[in-house]
């Protein structure tokens, strides 16, 4: 049975960093890319970080280059999700989800076929 597990979030100021965590199981680790996803109330939800599977690279939507950083720990099958300087707006349940999306749809929440429970982010302002 596919497991993902999501932890990490909470209470933040703006400005602030949070590091999540995405346990997984049941599942060859490697071979699936792996994405966090953002929802926001009454939003639909959105794609932050992925990583290819393949050769590890890494896909970051503009609005949030330069600030998260998607990792993994094959290891430990674990994947991480560095977020710096929060903004307000990136308030939400954060999701962990792993599939195997094609290159140019690494941002699209239909492409993954697991998912985790969810961590709720608050950034204050």
């Known amino acids: 049975e596919v497991q993902l597990q999501a932890s990490g979030g909470g209470l933040v100021q703006a400005g602030g960093s949070l590091r999540l965590s995405c346990t997984t199981s049941?599942?060859?680790?490697?071979?699936?890319?792996k994405g966090w996803f953002r929802q926001a109330p009454g939003k639909e939800r959105e794609g932050v970080a992925s990583?290819?599977?393949?050769?590890?690279?890494?896909y970051y939507p503009l609005s949030v280059k330069g600030r998260f950083t998607i990792s993994v720990d094959s290891a430990t099958s674990t994947v991480f999700l560095q977020m710096d300087s929060l903004k307000p707006e990136e308030s939400g349940v954060y999701y962990c989800?792993?599939?195997?999306?094609?290159?140019?749809?690494?941002?699209?929440?239909?492409?993954?076929?697991?998912w985790g429970q969810g961590t709720l982010v608050t950034v204050s302002s």
């Open positions: 989800a792993v599939g195997h999306p094609h290159e140019d749809r690494m941002r699209i929440a239909s492409e993954y076929n697991y």
């Open positions: 990583i290819d599977s393949i050769d590890g690279s890494t």
């Open positions: 049941g599942f060859t680790f490697d071979d699936f890319a």
